[in-house]
T-cell receptor
């Protein structure tokens, strides 16, 4: 697509419920990232996918968080048994990985999650 | 020490003045540095990238990099109300992961 598409744009859920957030990256972009941004904070890295390589999960805050990327394109971030501290904007970004240069990320509009 | 630090509080500048933002990073091996702008309620967008020591100019924006001192800065000349936003410093840690600072809010006063 023309840009990185995320859905839903807003999600309100009750504590303890599971949620799924979806990201459709820019066509042809091999790298996909998930970041989290809490109110007034910077971007917290969660997970990174690159082609068929094993994902870098080093930023996932707990085992309640998981993500997958099917067919090298669309990604789903799943949060199980949501807690109030999970409330944040979840940002997805994609990029072309350049071997000789830097990795420029294009962000989606984000999914705002509110856990009551 | 955090990977990327932006310590200044909100910055208020009069319209037409220069806004100066600073960022320090901890990984000496980092080679690529970025400034993203984020308007309230919106996602970050890339405005500058810099890879070599020295200055890089793009319109009213100038990025400055000093790898020996591990800092990168952003200057906004002739500040406009439309520049009011949060500016995020990002550093490529070399494993295709960008680490971001908390950001600096800039308010341009007409």
């Amino acid at each position: 697509g023309a840009g990185v598409s995320q859905s839903p744009s807003n999600k309100v859920t009750e504590k303890g419920k599971d949620v799924e957030l979806r990201c459709d990256p820019i066509s042809g972009h091999t790298a996909l990232y998930w970041y989290r941004q809490s109110l007034g904070q910077g971007l917290e890295f969660l997970i990174y996918f690159q082609g068929n390589s094993a994902p870098d999960k080093s930023g996932l805050p707990s085992d309640r968080f998981s993500a997958e990327r099917t067919g090298g394109s669309v990604s789903t971030l799943t949060i199980q048994r949501t807690q109030q501290e999970d409330s944040a904007v979840y940002l997805c970004a994609s990029s072309l990985v350049r071997h000789s240069g830097a990795n420029v990320l294009t962000f989606g509009a984000g999914s705002r999650l509110t856990v009551l | 020490q955090k990977e990327v630090e932006q310590n200044s509080g909100p910055l208020s500048v009069p319209e037409g003045a220069i806004a100066s933002l600073n960022c320090t990073y901890s990984d000496r091996g980092s080679q690529s540095f970025f400034w993203y702008r984020q308007y309230s309620g919106k996602s970050p967008e890339l405005i500058m990238s810099i890879y070599s020591n020295g200055d890089k100019e793009d319109g009213r924006f100038t990025a400055q990099l000093n790898k020996a001192s591990q800092y990168v800065s952003l200057l906004i000349r002739d500040s406009q109300p439309s520049d009011s936003a949060t500016y995020l410093c990002a550093v490529d840690l070399g494993n295709n992961r960008l680490a971001f600072g908390k950001g600096n809010q800039v308010v341009v006063i007409p």
